[in-house]
C-alpha cells in the first residue's frame, strides 16, 4: 500500500496494519515468544533497532512511546505551548539515543502490559486523527509547529508505517525461530 496522502487512507492504513500486527502477535508460538531476539548474523540489519529490541515487549513499547510522543506534541502545541517533536536534547540526529532510554525505561514492563499500552493508545492516537480536517493533516503549513512536514506525514510515521515496521521484525525474527528447530 502506498504511503497514506488523505485523511481516509491514513485511517484505513493505520487501523489495518494496526491489525495485521494483533494477528501476527496472536499467532506467535511459545517458543518465538520465549526467543530472544538475535538479528546480529544477518549482515542487511545493520540499523541499530535490530540489537536494541529483544523480544515482542520491547516493539510495542517503541510504539507505545512513539504513539506517545505524537500525543503530547500535538495536545501541547493545540494549546498554544510550542513543543518541537523530538523531546530535548533529542533531534533527527540524536533520536536513537532516545529510543534506547524508551528502551531501559520500559525493561519492568511486562508484555501483558505493552500490549494494553499499545491498544489505549493507538485508540488514543486515532482519536487525534479523525479530529482534524483532510486539509489539517495533509495541506503544508496548516500549522507553523509541523514546520515544512504535514501533520499528517507524522501521524502516518507513528502508526501505519511504524505498525509495518514492527511486523517485518516481527517475521525476521520468526524465521530464524524456525531455521533453529
Given at each position: 500500500?502506498a504511503r ?13 496494519n ?11 508460538t ?8 538475535n ?5 542487511k ?9 529483544k ?5 510495542l513499547?517503541h510504539?507505545?512511546e ?41 525493561q519492568?514492563t ?32 496548516s500549522?507553523?509547529w ?12 507513528a ?23
Open positions: 500500500m497514506p496522502t488523505t485523511k481516509n487512507d491514513l485511517i484505513t492504513a493505520a487501523n489495518k494496526f491489525n495485521m500486527l494483533l494477528e501476527a502477535i496472536e499467532v506467535l511459545e517458543k518465538e515468544l520465549e526467543t530472544e531476539f538479528f546480529i548474523d544477518d549482515e540489519k545493520k540499523e541499530a533497532h535490530w540489537k536494541r529490541d523480544n515482542l515487549r520491547d516493539v513499547i510504539l507505545y512513539w504513539h506517545q510522543l505524537l500525543i503530547n506534541w500535538v495536545d501541547l502545541n493545540m494549546k498554544g505551548k510550542g513543543k518541537p517533536f523530538l523531546p530535548e536534547p533529542y533531534n533527527w540526529k540524536s533520536y536513537g539515543e532516545m529510543n534506547i532510554e524508551f528502551w531501559k525505561n520500559h519492568d511486562c508484555l501483558e502490559d505493552s500490549k494494553t499500552m499499545l491498544r489505549d493508545s493507538h485508540m488514543k492516537v486515532m482519536e487525534i486523527i479523525t479530529s482534524f480536517t483532510n486539509e489539517e493533516l495533509f495541506s503544508k503549513n500549522f507553523s509541523t514546520g515544512t512536514t504535514t501533520l499528517g506525514s507524522y501521524c502516518v510515521s502508526t501505519a508505517s511504524h505498525y509495518d515496521w514492527a511486523i517485518k521484525k516481527l517475521k525476521a525474527h520468526i524465521k530464524i525461530v524456525s531455521l533453529s528447530k
